[in-house]
């Protein structure tokens, strides 16, 4: 079962509705498109985004996470952010294995139709898997921390129930058997 530590924030808006946002104003759009982005980039901007929320979570101080985002990013106060992240910073979530464990992408970076860049997927550490969807808006030319949501989840595999075990969990249980009486005492002799 999979903790979450995170939200998907920027200014409270998920990319879902973003993307509706857009679509309403603008009529319908083209679906997602790949990005032209080569894997040593997807590599940076995951690592640089969730290493930055690692360091904020570690000192308390979410500015430079902050600064490192996009205008709308940047909406959320240093202090907002660290609210939205005490969960984490509270349990002391080390994330720093992403800095050397490579990702695996689950959703390969593409273009949505709002114009931002989305990726999602996870590093497959043991015994806690590190799983991120993470938007990013380009700003002169560069890409800029949208939006990030991040959760934790078991990596050890887990045995279905075998279905005899698993009828047997839902069964309706018999009645308890009645107990027998007690076996009168023979009255004491004169």
Same mark, same amino acid.
């Given at each position: ?21 857009? +679509?309403?104003? *603008? ?12 894997? *040593? ?8 985004? $969730?290493?930055? $929320?690692?360091?904020? *979570?570690?000192?308390?101080?979410? %500015? ?9 990013? +940047?909406?959320? %106060? ?11 910073? *509270? ?11 490579? =990702?695996?992408? %689950? ?34 030319? +560069? ?8 959760? $934790?989840?078991? %990596?050890?595999?887990?045995? =279905? ?28 002799? =004169?």
């Amino acid at each position: 079962m999979a903790a979450i530590i995170a939200v998907f924030i920027s200014l409270g808006i998920s990319l879902g509705r973003a993307q509706a946002q857009t +679509q309403a104003a *603008n009529g319908p759009q083209a679906s997602p498109r790949p990005a032209q982005i080569d894997r *040593n980039g997807v590599l940076i901007l995951i690592r640089e985004s $969730l290493l930055a $929320l690692d360091q904020a *979570n570690k000192t308390g101080n979410y %500015t430079v996470l902050r600064d490192l985002g996009s205008p709308a990013f +940047q909406a959320n %106060t240093a202090s907002r952010l660290s609210e939205i992240f005490a969960k984490q910073r *509270n349990d002391s979530v080390d994330l720093s294995g992403v800095a050397v464990i490579d =990702p695996q992408l %689950t959703l390969l970076p593409q273009i949505e139709a709002n114009g931002l860049l989305h990726m999602t997927g996870f590093f497959p550490s043991v015994p806690t898997q590190v799983n991120f969807d993470l938007a990013y808006a380009a700003v002169n030319g +560069q890409w800029r921390l949208f939006g990030i949501s991040v959760a $934790l989840g078991r %990596t050890e595999p887990v045995a =279905p129930i075998p279905p005899e075990a698993a009828d047997a969990a839902h069964a309706p249980k018999p009645a308890p058997a009645a107990k027998p009486a007690p076996a009168p005492k023979p009255a004491p002799k =004169p």
